[in-house]
């Protein structure tokens, strides 16, 4: 069991390293983006948060391939098993359905899971940051609100 934990933490730390290598990169950009004078704040503002969100998502898919690269090394899953689709099934915590990982490595599932979570929290919170800190630029050089009545 040592040996599944300290793989599982090894491979979370690669992913954590991606996700800060990523969010460093999405906020260096969206705050680029974010900054620039806009004839169009709503599709401004809209722009930033689906490139914020790409960018994300990549980073998670690169993560899910970690985790598939660690399974094919270790031998986490049985044989003939599509790698990738039970790294992606336990980093989104969907569950197990048609394949589980053989016993010898059945911590790595639960520390994947955790892992999804972790970054999948994060990413929430990245996005909430870059949306409130774009809506905060756009009020300080005087667009109107961004609400539903507004135009922009």
Not at 22 to 35: D, E, L, P, Q, S
């Given at each position: 069991m040592a040996a599944q934990f300290?793989?599982?933490?090894?491979?979370?730390?690669?992913?954590?390293?991606?996700?800060?290598l990523v969010t460093v990169g999405a906020i260096g950009i969206a705050r680029f983006a974010g900054?620039?004078?806009a004839a169009r704040p709503r599709l401004h503002l809209?722009?930033?948060?689906?490139?914020?969100?790409v960018a994300l998502m990549?980073?998670?898919t690169l993560e899910v391939f970690v985790w598939a690269v660690a399974y094919a090394v270790v031998g986490?899953?049985?044989?003939?098993s599509d790698l990738l689709y039970f790294a992606f099934v336990n980093y989104t915590t969907l569950g197990y359905g048609d394949v589980t990982p053989v016993q010898a490595w059945k911590l790595t599932g639960?520390?994947?899971a955790m892992n999804g979570i972790l970054m999948f929290g994060w990413?929430?919170?990245v996005l909430f940051e870059v949306l409130c800190k774009t809506l905060e630029y756009l009020?300080?050089?005087?667009?109107?609100?961004?609400s539903q009545s507004g135009r922009g």
């Amino acid at each position: 069991m040592a040996a599944q934990f300290l793989i599982g933490c090894i491979v979370s730390a690669i992913n954590i390293m991606i996700h800060a290598l990523v969010t460093v990169g999405a906020i260096g950009i969206a705050r680029f983006a974010g900054f620039r004078q806009a004839a169009r704040p709503r599709l401004h503002l809209m722009v930033v948060m689906v490139c914020t969100a790409v960018a994300l998502m990549v980073a998670h898919t690169l993560e899910v391939f970690v985790w598939a690269v660690a399974y094919a090394v270790v031998g986490a899953a049985p044989t003939g098993s599509d790698l990738l689709y039970f790294a992606f099934v336990n980093y989104t915590t969907l569950g197990y359905g048609d394949v589980t990982p053989v016993q010898a490595w059945k911590l790595t599932g639960p520390m994947t899971a955790m892992n999804g979570i972790l970054m999948f929290g994060w990413s929430t919170a990245v996005l909430f940051e870059v949306l409130c800190k774009t809506l905060e630029y756009l009020a300080s050089t005087g667009v109107p609100r961004l609400s539903q009545s507004g135009r922009g």
